[in-house]
C-alpha cells in the first residue's frame, strides 16, 4: 500500500506500540511495551511465543467518536478532534509521547480477491525469495482503481503438484504455486482515516483489516485450524471473520452494532441518547428469563429534571428484540453458503457490545454452536482491560505491529531475512 507517508524506522524499532481502533462509537488507543526473548522478566515468561516475550499492556482509554458512520469518516474534522483526545487522554495516562500508531478499519467497502501465483525454482531448493516472489505472482492481480490493498494472506503453496503446504521454504522443487486471499478496502475511505490521522498529528505505520487484528488477541492457532468464527460486535457495525485451516476465507460486515440497541432505547423509552446508553451500560440485559422482573431502574436525567423509576423488564424488552435480530443475521450470514458446518470451534464475540448481560447465552441458542467471549492472550497487564472485549481490537493491532517490531529488528541484525522487504512479514507468520 502506498499511503504517501514514510516509516520512522527508528521509532519503529521502539519497544512502545500503539494500536488505534477508530470506530463508530468510540475511539480507542491501547498502548504496550514489547518485552523480547532478551529481556529478564520472569512474570511474563509464561507468554514466550518466538522472540516475543510479551506485550505488557500500560494503558488503554477510549473517548467519544465523532465524524464516523458504519466505519467511513464522514466528517473530517469532528474525526480528528475525536482521535486528538483520545490520544491526549493516552498520553496523559500512560506518560508516552504517541506520534505513530497502528489503525483499524473495517465497513462495508471491505472486500475479497481469490487470487493464484506460480513461478519456477531456479535454485536447488525453497527460499525466502522464491516465497516473495510466488506471492508477488499471485499480487499481480487487476484490482479496480478506487481499492488499495490492505492484505494478501497465502491459504497455501503447492510445490510440483503437492498442495496444502503451508511453508515451503527447505523444499525441493522446481515450480512454486500460491493460493491467496487479497483483502482490499475502498482507498477514499482508507486515505480520508490515514488523513485524519496525520493531521491529529500522527504518523500511520499500518491500517489492518480490524477483524485480522483482533483475530490476532483473542483466537488461539487451534481455533483457526479447526474452524471459528469471530464475531466484532462494535458501535456502527459488527464484523464477521472466518478462519480455517489456520487463515480467514470469508468475512462480512453487518451495518448493525451497539448504536442500534441504544437508540432503540432512546426512542422506546423516551429519553436522550446519553442517557440510553448509561441504562444500556448499567442496567441492559438480552434475556428477560435472566433478570428479576420485579427490580426497578432509574431513567436517569435530562434536561436537568429527575427521571423516573421504570421496571428492568420495560428496559429488556426493548433490548432483547434486537439482539435476537443481529444473531439472526450472523446466522443467515454464516449458514448461507454453508460456512457453519466448518465452525467446528464455535464462536468468539468481541467489541463493547458484548459486555451486555446475556449476549453470549442468546449468541449460543440461536446460532447453534459453542460461545465464548474473547479475551487477549499473549499480553499482560491490568486484567480490566485485558478481560475487556471493547479493547480487544486495539490490543490486536499493539500484538501485530510487536510481531512486526521483531521482525525488522532481525532483519538489521543480518538474519536470515537480511535483504528481504520487509513487507514479508505481513503477508507471513511462519515460524523462523
Known sequence: MNFGFIKDVTAKNSNIV???????????????????AKDNNPSLSHLAKGGIRGVNIIGAVSAPSKGIKRGVVINIEQAV???????????????VDIKMVNVGVTGKHIEYIASQGVIAVKESEIGVR????????????????????????????????QSGITDPRGMAGVRLESRVQIIT????????LTKCCRKAGLEVIDVVFQPVATADAVLTQDEKDLGVALIDIGGGTTDMALFQEGNIFYSSVLEVGGINFTNDVAIGL??????????????????????????????????????KKILRTHLIEIL????????????????????????????????????????????????????????????????????????????????????????????????IFHGIKSKMSGWLRLSV
Do not use: W
Not at 478496502?185 to 480520508?192: D, M, R
Open 18 to 36: 500503539v494500536g488505534l481502533d477508530v470506530g463508530s462509537a468510540k475511539v480507542c488507543v491501547v498502548v504496550g511495551e514489547v518485552h523480547t
Open 81 to 95: 478532534e475525536s482521535i486528538r483526545e483520545a490520544v491526549q487522554k493516552a498520553e496523559e495516562l500512560t506518560g
Open 130 to 161: 522464491e516465497v516473495e516472489q510466488v506471492i508477488d505472482a499471485a499480487r499481480a492481480v487487476a484490482i479496480p482503481f478506487d481499492k488499495e490493498i490492505l492484505h494478501v494472506i497465502p491459504s497455501e503453496f503447492i510445490v510440483n503438484g
Open 185 to 192: 478496502g475502498a482507498a477514499a475511505s482508507i486515505q480520508n
Open 270 to 307: 423516551r429519553i436522550p441518547s446519553r442517557d440510553a446508553e448509561q441504562m444500556k451500560i448499567s442496567h441492559g440485559c438480552s434475556m428477560l428469563s435472566l433478570i428479576n422482573r420485579e427490580e426497578e431502574i432509574e431513567t436517569g436525567y435530562s434536561d436537568g429534571k429527575a427521571g
Open 320 to 415: 432483547q428484540p434486537r439482539a435476537e435480530e443481529l444473531f439472526s443475521l450472523i446466522k443467515k450470514e454464516i449458514t448461507k453458503q454453508g460456512h457453519h458446518k466448518m465452525m467446528n470451534a464455535g464462536v468468539v464475540l468481541t467489541g463493547g457490545a458484548v459486555l451486555m448481560k446475556g449476549m453470549d447465552v442468546m449468541a449460543e441458542n440461536i446460532l447453534e454452536l459453542p460461545v465464548r467471549i474473547g479475551k487477549a492472550a499473549g499480553v499482560e497487564g491490568d486484567p480490566e482491560i485485558i478481560n475487556n472485549p471493547a479493547y480487544a481490537g486495539g490490543m490486536g493491532l499493539l500484538l501485530r505491529e510487536a510481531a512486526e517490531n521483531l521482525k525488522q529488528q532481525e532483519l538489521n541484525s543480518g538474519s
